[in-house]
């Protein structure tokens, strides 16, 4: 039996003989010039010679390339001499031919050239940017001279915007620099906008606003002696204004201490607490306004209208907030319409109806009503159908019509329908689960059934219910393409 050196010598030769074969084989004459497939022979007796390779095109004339993605195949007739750059000083000229595809050696195109405008346009550094082209015949390349051909020579005129030096923030006693400084976007370094210092300033006066400083005033400028790009910011904070109290005027129907529930303003609350929290923040109040009469409209009083006025203490840093109801009349319901409905019978909508004729008006009940129409189209798989409610008021004092306009669109039947498991999915679990719900690929797609089977489910404890665990499961149904009437 060889030895373990022997063995491995003998591996050795025999790699080096087949190595041999295979060269010898490689540089044979019959097999370079046999046909892969194909018989030695062939027509008048001699052997076969393989199609010569292809020339492979030059790189630069098949297709430009920028960061691994090919933007487009070569085409024309002029060549693009040399791209210049003039008006760059503190923008480097390689930044900006970074962003051109004009470039020396290419074919000039003019619609790459206004592209390439408006990628240095986007650049945000330059306030205006625009082109030149001068024409040129130089020697073609190995012709020696005695052929020429036209070039062209490109340049880009830039205009270089400002840059910001430093920002100043003066007069900001009660808020920190540094939040300013986020808030009004504008940095050392940024391009000189008086458009953006603008916006900078708006920022910073909402942001005032938002902490109470409801008198501060802001003016913004640029440039300072021995420095035009830095950007000064001086700021009159005012008294930082607080809730002394809050009154609601007009209010008969609903007391004050519940209108008070409703707004989001609060008053002050005891001793030292009343500095807590308590921020006279004019946005949320002028919302506030809105809320009491949406609440109002939503009780029946459809022509109520709310104002507001402000009383400020001796010091100026301590208000109080009158809200001033005007509830005019409560309106009853005289006609209740349905239009648009063509599938379902008017009987059977009105019949899912709580608001009728002569009831006082409610805008809750109302939306009760439409989702109760919305849902019984949903059981009869028009799962799109709409409902847009328009109140018409009469001439008569405090009556008012309801007209549902409905929109049933098309109906759908369920084309495929599983259950949707948080992690790894169960065949088994999957199975049993979709053996709980009583549609059908084909059916009509029914939203009671869907939420019926949604509930068993839950109640089943086959999976995980907790959503702090685990999302609980769900049913995907996948309605059939089109209108299915």
Same mark, same amino acid.
């Given at each position: ?11 050795? &030769? ?28 062939? =027509? ?16 630069? *004339? ?20 040399? +791209?210049?750059? %003039? ?39 330059? *306030? &205006?940017?625009?082109?030149? /082209? ?7 390349? !190995? ?13 880009? @005129? ?5 840059? +910001?030096?430093?920002?100043?923030? &003066? ?37 005032? &606003?938002?902490?109470?400083? $409801?008198?501060?005033?802001? %003016? ?61 923040? =004019? ?5 506030? +306004? ?5 609440? @109002?409209? $939503?009780?029946?009083?459809? /022509?109520?209208? %709310? ?26 319901? !005289? #006609?209740?319409?349905? +239009? ?30 439409? !989702? ?18 328009? /109140?018409? =008021? ?19 039947? %369920? ?6 498991? #948080? ?9 049993? =689960? ?20 949604? $509930? ?30």
């Amino acid at each position: 039996m060889p030895s373990r050196f022997n063995r491995c010598n003998l591996s050795r &030769h025999r790699f080096l003989a087949c190595f041999v074969c295979c060269l010898a084989i490689a540089c044979s004459p019959n097999i370079l010039h046999a046909q892969f497939g194909g018989g030695g022979g062939g =027509m008048g007796g001699g052997q076969a010679q393989a199609p010569a390779a292809a020339t492979k095109p030059k790189f630069r *004339d098949h297709i430009h390339n920028r960061d691994g993605m090919a933007l487009r195949r070569e085409e024309g007739d002029v060549v693009v001499a040399a +791209v210049q750059l %003039v008006g760059n000083q503190v923008i480097s000229s390689t930044d900006i031919l970074a962003e051109l595809q004009t470039r020396k050696g290419r074919f000039y195109s003019e619609e790459t050239v206004l592209s390439d405008i408006g990628r240095l346009n986007d650049m945000g550094s330059f *306030d &205006h940017v625009t082109f030149q /082209t001068e024409e040129r015949v130089t020697p073609a390349p !190995g012709s020696n001279g005695s052929v020429t051909q036209k070039s062209v020579l490109v340049t880009f @005129y830039v205009r270089e915007r400002a840059m +910001v030096s430093k920002v100043i923030y &003066h007069g900001d006693y009660a808020m920190n620099g540094r939040e300013l400084s986020g808030r009004s976007g504008i940095a050392e370094g940024d391009p000189l906008s008086e458009f953006a210092i603008e916006t900078g300033k708006r920022r910073l006066i909402d942001y005032y &606003h938002e902490e109470g400083f $409801n008198q501060v005033s802001i %003016v913004a400028s640029i440039g300072l002696p021995g420095d035009s790009n830095a950007v000064v910011f001086r700021i009159n904070e005012g008294p930082k204004e607080r809730i002394d109290d809050i009154r609601i005027e007009g209010a008969s129907i609903v007391s004050e201490s519940r209108l008070k529930k409703v707004i989001q303003s609060r008053g002050p609350m005891m001793g030292i607490m009343s500095y807590i929290g308590n921020v006279a923040d =004019m946005k949320k109040i002028d919302a506030d +306004v809105n809320v009491l009469a949406s609440y @109002y409209h $939503n009780l029946g009083f459809l /022509t109520a209208t %709310v104002g507001r006025r402000i009383e400020y203490d001796r010091t100026g840093k301590w208000l109080t907030i009158v809200f001033v109801v005007n509830e005019g009349p409560r309106f009853s319901i !005289g #006609d209740v319409q349905i +239009v648009g409905n063509e599938y379902v019978t008017e009987e059977s909508l009105r019949r899912r109806l709580e608001l009728k004729s002569n009831d006082v008006f409610s805008g809750t009940k109302m939306r009760k009503d439409i !989702g109760e129409i919305v849902y019984g189209y949903g059981e009869l798989g028009f799962i799109y159908a709409e409902v847009n409610p328009k /109140t018409i =008021m009469r001439d008569e004092n405090g009556i008012v019509d309801l007209v549902y306009e409905i929109t049933e669109g098309d109906r759908w039947k %369920v084309n495929s329908i599983r259950v949707e498991i #948080d992690g790894e999915p169960h065949l088994m679990r999957e199975t049993t =689960m979709l053996n709980l719900i009583e549609m059908r690929e084909g059916d009509y797609i029914d939203r009671r059934d869907l939420e019926t089977g949604r $509930n068993r489910i839950e109640r089943s404890n086959l999976l995980e219910t907790n959503p702090t665990i685990a999302e609980p499961p769900d049913i995907i149904v996948k309605p059939l393409e089109g209108s299915l009437r």
